[in-house]
């Protein structure tokens, strides 16, 4: 990397969390910029957090947030040439980021292993998905055909698939979404892995098939102990799943914490006009949406300052303009719940509790 | 609707009346046993085999300066009913009666006045706008079809439009690709509102955008129809967004109406089980509930075939108060409370219309076993 690379890159994050001992997957200023004929794009631009076994970790924010990227690179499949990946991934006390691709990818599959969104374009249509389970499953293990098929058979039972040992046959296209979504849940879960990243595991999913399959992960997840990263823009899911939560902005975490604390006592601007921007079946009705104004910004040419500021109805209450020339880090505000916000603490819990809260 | 051009019926002087007396206001749109099979055919000859039963009899109205919310699971054809009622698509049974015109079989010249009066706004934002056109060309493309000349001219029209939905007017020139999704969506909105249309048909107008972005959009649907008297139906399937936009919403399963209900009504008190169903399975954005024993109903299994719909009530297969009638008879869509139009024999919230008959099917009791207490079984 030339001295050049470095200097764009800045210094380090010295507001990553202290790493726990116990944290199954810590990532560490994780860095991953695409060189493009149009410019670099910082998908992501220093982001730490921590997974514990057993626990759930939920990341949302919107398209182009450099969500996706985040858990494309702690699986380490950004290998290309354009992308640069800097930063440190540790899963279970081993390094990822500098280790040998090989050793990456047979820890892939077993220890850590992926759900994609769409299972239909996940899944190779060519062969059964019995075929894809089987493969899977006999990469990380030195098994025979035949107690390979009776594994998968076993994870499709598992998952939910009526008559398994009859769909073990079946091609992708002949099972229905949440079925395919299930089978793609089995294949990843074969080998059981100790870190399950789900990326929007429901978004393409009805609403009664969706309860379906969340119930499905949390089931897994307390029978073999997994670490779970769920990444979706759906906050109801989220709080359905989630222990911990980072809201990510422009390719950087803007808000992180426990769930609950996130979400009674939201302290980013852009984490209050998500909430706002939804409407709820837990509220009483209410009269209008308060959506946040603008378009999420481009990763190429993000705004200087805080990236949220040309879309934040708060950019001026910091002075010095200071919004727009000063990158905020994040900040303790409460056991373990950390945000990057220019605005002190008295003016985000003033403003949370009398202008944004009531309206919610 | 300052600028009714060509338009000589007499409403233009009643539209700003209707808007305060929607209550039972006048019917825009009626459908009566609306069906739509699409054929499946095999071999050499083309013989039909059989039919995708889409949209299997369906009856509802829409009044004026209302909004109707169709919500139900993919295949449920809610986006078949609504290419049905905009004429898309012709329908194999029933009838569609627009201002009280039956317009179900009318050929496509017939039809050309009416398409003025009833616009859509599709799904997606991408796919919808020809990339080869400028969005002068997109949004002035109704003028051209229909031969109207605005007042002022098509451009100065288009530019009005524009600032409407919330766009620069200066934009005219650009290209699809320039904007994003949720501009793309305002530009198809535009383009709907061009002709002045009375009914507004939109097809999951929001599902395809970010969050933020979505809440722009319903709140400029919810501006549009302050300021213009428009009549929507939203077809939808985020039973959220549909609470927050609509009036009257009908829930369908399997090409059937099972309920069609007041907002309130519907969303307090469910009559249907599977309104319940669907609405219980809504992740609600506050973790605190997860501690909470949840009152969420699992609905075994994926929607049935509509080649092979169930007999009797088609909700029968994963309901769990289905008794032997269900299996049987099918349930007509009637007025149990005022403003609540359900089709069951065993309702929630509400007497059972069938007591007589209790004992489960086999599957009913299976669903209920694996819901424990969350679906107590009235006996």
């Keep these: ?360 | 609707m300052s600028d009714d051009k060509t338009v000589s019926e007499p409403d233009t002087s009643g539209s700003t009346l209707t808007k305060d007396t929607t209550a039972d206001g006048d019917v825009l749109l009626k459908v009566t046993g609306l069906q739509k099979h699409f054929p499946i055919r095999k071999g050499l000859l083309q013989r039909q085999t059989g039919a995708v039963r889409a949209v299997d009899g369906i009856d509802f109205e829409v009044r004026k300066g209302e909004t109707l919310g169709v919500v139900g699971e993919s295949g449920c054809g809610k986006s078949t009913m609504g290419r049905l009622i905009t004429r898309l698509l012709e329908p194999t049974g029933g009838t569609v009666e627009f201002e009280g015109k039956d317009i179900t079989h009318l050929g496509t010249s017939d039809l050309r006045p009416m398409r003025r009066d009833v616009q859509m706004i599709f799904q997606d934002p991408y796919s919808s706008l020809n990339p080869r056109h400028t969005i002068g060309t997109i949004v002035s493309a109704p003028f051209r079809l229909q031969g109207v000349q605005p007042e002022g001219g098509v451009k100065k029209e288009v530019q009005r439009l524009l600032s409407v939905v919330g766009l620069n007017p200066e934009h005219y020139n650009r290209y699809p690709h320039e904007f994003s999704g949720g501009q793309r969506q305002r530009i198809g909105i535009a383009r709907a509102l061009a002709l002045n249309p009375k009914l507004v048909v939109a097809d999951e107008p929001v599902s395809a955008l970010d969050v933020s972005i979505q809440a722009q959009v319903v709140n400029l649907l919810d501006d549009l129809q302050d300021e213009l008297g428009l009549t929507y139906v939203i077809i939808a399937h985020d039973l959220s967004v549909v609470r927050h936009v609509s009036d009257r919403i009908a829930v369908m399963y399997l090409g059937k109406i099972v309920e069609l209900a007041d907002r309130d009504k519907l969303y307090k008190s469910p009559m249907h089980p599977y309104s319940k169903a669907l609405l219980s399975a809504v992740p609600i954005p506050d973790p605190k509930r997860r501690g909470v024993k949840s009152e969420r109903i699992l609905l075994k299994g994926d929607v049935p075939s509509p080649i092979a719909p169930p007999s009797g009530c088609r909700f029968h297969t994963r309901c769990w108060k289905a008794t032997e009638i269900c299996k049987t008879t099918e349930p007509p869509l009637v007025e149990l409370r005022a403003g609540q139009r359900v089709a069951c024999h065993h309702p929630e919230n509400f007497e059972d219309q069938q007591p007589q008959d209790t004992t489960l099917l086999s599957s009913a009791k299976e669903v209920a076993a694996d819901n424990g207490a969350a679906a107590p079984v009235e006996k």
């Design chain 1, 1 to 360: 990397m030339s001295k050049l690379d470095k200097a764009a890159l800045g210094e380090p994050d010295t507001t990553a969390p202290s790493a726990p001992d116990d944290a199954f997957l810590s990532v560490r200023d994780l860095r991953i910029h695409f060189d493009t004929d149009d410019g670099l794009v910082k998908s992501v631009d220093g982001v730490s957090f921590d997974v514990r076994k057993g626990k759930t970790l939920g990341i949302v924010g919107e398209s182009g947030s450099g969500k996706s990227v985040t858990s494309l690179g702690v699986m380490g499949l950004h290998r290309s040439a354009r992308a640069k990946v800097t930063g440190e991934v540790w899963l279970d006390g081993q390094e990822l980021i500098a280790a040998d691709p090989d050793e990456v990818r047979r820890l892939r599959g077993r220890k850590m292993a992926m759900i994609f969104q769409d299972p239909l374009s996940a899944m190779h249509p060519y062969y059964t998905v019995g075929q894809q389970i089987v493969e899977a499953y006999r990469v990380h293990h030195d098994v025979s055909k035949k107690a390979a098929r009776q594994r998968a058979v076993e994870m499709l039972d598992r998952v939910g698939i009526p008559e398994p040992a009859k769909r073990v046959d079946g091609y992708p296209h002949e099972f229905s979404g949440g079925m395919r979504q299930r089978a793609m849940i089995a294949m990843a879960l074969v080998n059981n892995p100790e870190l399950l990243i789900a990326d929007e595991p429901t978004t393409a999913l009805d609403v009664t098939v969706q309860a379906q399959i969340l119930d499905l992960i949390r089931d897994l997840q307390k029978e073999f102990g997994s670490a779970v990263i769920m990444i979706t823009h759906d906050l109801g899911v989220v709080a359905e799943m989630a222990d911990d939560l980072l809201v990510m902005y422009g390719g950087r975490c803007v808000e992180r914490g426990p769930a609950e604390d996130v979400f009674s006592e939201p302290r980013h601007p852009y984490t209050w006009g998500l909430l706002g921007s939804m409407p709820r079946l837990d509220r009483e009705e209410t009269d209008r949406l308060i959506p946040i104004k603008g378009a999420p910004p481009s990763l190429i040419n993000l705004p200087s300052g805080c990236a949220f500021n040309p879309r934040c109805p708060y950019a001026d209450i910091p002075k010095d303009n200071v919004t727009r020339t000063v990158r905020p880090e994040l900040t303790e505000v409460g056991g373990s719940h950390w945000a990057a916000c220019h605005m002190t603490q008295e003016q985000r819990e003033r403003i949370w509790t009398e202008e944004i809260a009531p309206k919610l």
